[in-house]
């Protein structure tokens, strides 16, 4: 079945047409085509410039019928003045004669037709075209409308969310700090003094405040995405990514790993963010190391008005089938015990990078290693 269009709303029943027009003989014509086109209608007949207003502006038509020539005014006189008062409604000249240049320029200043007067028979048509188009019209605007609305909510709405949820990390990190701290001092007081059991439970209740310490640290950095963003703008990639091995070096000596890249190129970013999915990947790629030295690869290719970037690695791997709710709040694929950390780090990247009006996915071989890949605009 295909996808067809959606049919536009009927035509009113009954319509209310003014028609601009000073010979009753061609007004009488129109009505008798429109009647033979089934139109139900209503109409007002006015001749001069001043009826015209007086009547639009205290009924609003349906549609304007009005000749191209009048004895003190124009058709197209017309056309602006309904533009003032009463915009949105068509207008279709009806005329005597019309040239081809003069039709173009009538049909680009606004009108939505013309029929000629000796080919009266096509006026059904038109008015039945122009007021469907008219009708599909008013449905883009009122869908354009609750776009528009739904937009700012859903602004507003994230707002508000990522306010409550930095104002709730925040306020929780007082009281769990006095937690961890107590609970450390339990353990170095009492260690040894008390049976074995309650050495494990200090040392569990130490473990469980330290990971809370750690998810709510990661939380305050997702909700921080929107709150402390900074404008985009010309940012050295080589550079943030320089400074952010240099803080990063413990960890790679530490792990004897291997960090390559080559010349980066300038992007429009906002340089702590572009750091923090720096810092997240290469966190990542050296954590899911295998039984070989972790090394991971950066570089960055062209990709029409963006830079694709991309963070390889010769770790473990993962299925393809777990590549994008990787991404997700919460998710992991291993247990903490294998592999500590909050599944944050990369929720908070792809937050960063969609922020920059780019994308993030992942290709993984089992075994063999994984690429990152997400892309940012290029410098202007």
Known sequence: MSGAAAAPAPVPRTLHFVMVEDNSIDVELARQELRRGGFDFTSVVVETAEDFIREVTAHRPDLVLADYNLPQWSGMEALDILKREQPGVPLILVTGALGEVTAVECLKSGISDYIL???LARLP???RRTLQEQQLQEQRKQTEREKETYLQELKRSNAELEQFAYVASHDLQEPLRMVASYTE???ERYRGKLDPNADKYIGYAM????RMQRLIRDLLAYARVG??????QPTDASAVLASVLGGMRTTIESNKAEVVFGLLPSVMADESQLGQIFLNLINNAIKFHSDRSPRVEISALADGMTWDFSVKDNGIGMEMENAGRI???????????DYE????GLAIAKRIVERHGGRIWCESVVGQGSTFHF???KQA
């Open 375 to 377: 892309t940012l605009p």
């Open 327 to 337: 991404f997700e709040m919460f998710q992991r694929l291993h247990s903490r015990e």
């Open 207 to 210: 473990d469980g405040a330290h």
């Open 125 to 127: 048509v038109a008015v």
């Open 185 to 187: 001092l339990l353990g």
């Open 117 to 119: 007067k000796g080919a």
């Open 341 to 344: 950390g909050t599944g944050i």
């Open 227 to 232: 709150s402390t963003a900074k404008l985009l």
